[in-house]
T-cell receptor, first 109, second 113 residues
Framework: EDQVTQSPEALRLQEGESSSLNCSYTVSGLRGLFWYRQDPGKGPEFLFTLYSAGEEKEKERLKATLTKKESFLHITAPKPEDSATYLCAVETNAGKSTFGDGTTLTVKP | NAGVTQTPKFQVLKTGQSMTLQCAQDMNHNSMYWYRQDPGMGLRLIYYSASEGTTDKGEVPNGYNVSRLNKREFSLRLESAAPSQTSVYFC????????????FGSGTRLTVV
């Protein structure tokens, strides 16, 4: 059974305090791993797609990396506007997608 | 540049009532999806349509039906609502499944009493 586990469930940071969110996965045949940001009361917003181990993608203060078993979303010098829930999802070669439960990030000024 | 539009945004139903959630996208995407999001259970796929004219069951299809009316529109119908269907429903679309991220709508918050 395909599984996606995100940790921690919640993360509180001070503005400027860098950290990482983890997404570990067990799937049969990974086609792609996706990161989304979700603000309260809104739909998820696509951030990155990663396809193979060793791949990295960057956007502003966010950097996503991928290994064979997990992905990390690194947040460098976060700002309060980075506060949101970050979702990880995997899609298999069979076309099945599975979402993790998310990590809720709070950045205090 | 509307993206994915869902209606209604909020709805309260009585047990046994029926309703249709509407979804439309203006990005010429081929694939469309319906998810439900519940606390502690993440996003779960209800139904999807890989292309116009096709629909398939997802992880939690029981109690729902869908219609891919044309390339733009994908509706979700609850024939006889149950309290267990209280949730936030999201419609999403993508140009190429597996190669591009999904664009999500803003959601429909449904309460069944």
């Amino acid at each position: 059974e395909d599984q996606v586990t995100q940790s921690p469930e919640a993360l509180r940071l001070q503005e400027g305090e860098s950290s990482s969110l983890n997404c570990s996965y067990t799937v049969s045949g990974l086609r792609g791993l996706f990161w989304y940001r979700q603000d309260p009361g809104k739909g998820p917003e696509f951030l990155f797609t990663l396809y193979s181990a060793g791949e990295e993608k960057e956007k502003e203060r966010l950097k996503a990396t991928l290994t064979k078993k997990e992905s990390f979303l690194h947040i460098t010098a976060p700002k309060p506007e980075d506060s949101a829930t970050y979702l990880c999802a995997v899609e298999t070669n069979a076309g099945k997608s599975t979402f993790g439960d998310g990590t809720t990030l709070t950045v205090k000024p | 540049n509307a993206g994915v539009t869902q209606t209604p945004k909020f709805q309260v139903l009585k047990t046994g009532q029926s309703m249709t959630l509407q979804c439309a996208q203006d990005m010429n995407h081929n694939s469309m999806y319906w998810y439900r999001q519940d606390p502690g259970m993440g996003l779960r796929l209800i139904y999807y349509s890989a292309s116009e004219g096709t629909t398939d069951k997802g992880e939690v299809p029981n109690g729902y039906n869908v219609s891919r009316l044309n390339k733009r529109e994908f509706s979700l119908r609850l024939e006889s609502a149950a309290p267990s269907q209280t949730s936030v429903y999201f419609c999403a679309s993508t140009r190429d499944r597996g190669n591009y991220g999904y664009t999500f709508g803003s959601g429909t918050r449904l309460t069944v009493v």
